[in-house]
């Protein structure tokens, strides 16, 4: 639709944003539109009014950093939570993901990416110092870094560790190892070591 | 989110409405809808507004099935078109890919979908109708079907080609060949074969 606008601007702008969603191309972007234009009852406009709610409603929590839209949000203000417990994750994603699996009934702390000094991107950009602060409000006995296995990952990691060192909190990480279901011959060499080194009675 | 539903029933829903689109799964849209709840006033606002405006303005041409915001749409309304050749095609997209490509000048017909009787898909479902009636006015010389080279496009194809044939109007068909750009070693028998036959002087 580029080159051509043979069907209004409305419709070029709305495949033009839908073409930013991460997942959809160009090409997707226009079957995604088409799609929507021909379901207008159906999707389109239950899709643009949950859109519209969004924009209202959804914010960030000011404790955890989730999004949600109450603040404190839904997990923090859950009495039923282990408020002794705090899980560190690099992104919202991360904190849907152990909810998802209902991992731990720990409350969380979503850091909003990690430390990468080639982008830019220092301590001061991450949600890190309101992280010591709730550390440093003597209900937390243990944070477990739920990072990402990555070098970006497990530097932000060390930096948050060095960060806690003084506090009177328990640091503990994930376990490497061999995910359930996973076959040993698809393995990296290093998952391999770990698994080997983190072996459990059977 | 299915299980656990942490963060609150608003984005449970965007996110189950934006798995509806195609292209999207559900793991690809929980990306969508942190990505858009990240980028709320970048991404996720003006989206909203710009199917609010969708849902409100866009519509079906009654001359020729495309959408678009007027009735009758922009290119039957074109008087630079040269309406004496009508391209028919199944779909929107398939007008939008002839149109990007700026292959013809010509006006459209979109039917809308290919007959397909196992699937309860017969001609009173397709805009084939009002085809006949805009062949019957007399200004259309030639009907260009550019209908895709599958089975049930093909078998689409010769059921309009039988209901024009009583008809004063020339029906042509898109030509096989090679794609531009395109080696031989990848393509299809049949392909090969059609653009032999179809070969033309150096
Ligand atoms: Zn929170
Ligand atoms: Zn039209």
């Known amino acids: 639709m580029a080159q051509n606008k043979v069907a209004g601007p409305e419709i070029e702008r709305l495949i033009q944003l839908l073409a930013k969603l991460p997942g959809l191309g160009p090409r997707s972007a226009r079957r995604a539109a088409l799609h929507l234009i021909k379901k ?11 859109m519209g709610v969004a924009v209202e409603k959804i914010g960030i929590c000011s404790s955890c950093g989730t999004v949600d839209t109450t603040d404190p949000c839904a997990i923090c203000s859950d009495p039923k939570r282990d408020s002794s417990v705090l899980v560190v994750v690099e ?10 699996a209902s ?5 969380y702390h979503v850091l909003g990416g990690t430390l990468s000094p080639l982008d ?3 301590p001061e950009d991450l949600n890190i110092a309101k992280l010591i602060e709730r550390c440093e409000g003597g209900e937390i006995q243990e ?5 990402n296995a990555t070098v970006e990952g497990q530097t ?5 560790m ?3 060192a003084p506090l ?17 011959d698809y393995l990296d060499e290093g998952t391999l070591t770990q698994a080997l080194k983190g072996r459990t009675r059977f």
Not at 143 to 147: E, G, K, M, Q
């Open 40 to 50: 207008k009852d159906q999707l389109l406009a239950p899709l643009s009014e949950a």
């Open 91 to 100: 992104d919202v994603a991360d904190l849907w993901a152990l909810e998802r």
């Open 103 to 107: 991992a731990t009934n720990a409350i």
């Open 156 to 160: 932000t990691a060390h930096f948050v």
């Open 162 to 164: 060095d960060q806690l």
């Open 168 to 184: 009177n909190v328990n640091v503990t990480k994930l376990a490497h190892g061999v995910p359930v279901g996973g076959e040993l």
């Open 120 to 122: 830019g991107v220092g």
């Open 143 to 147: 944070v477990i870094l739920a990072i």
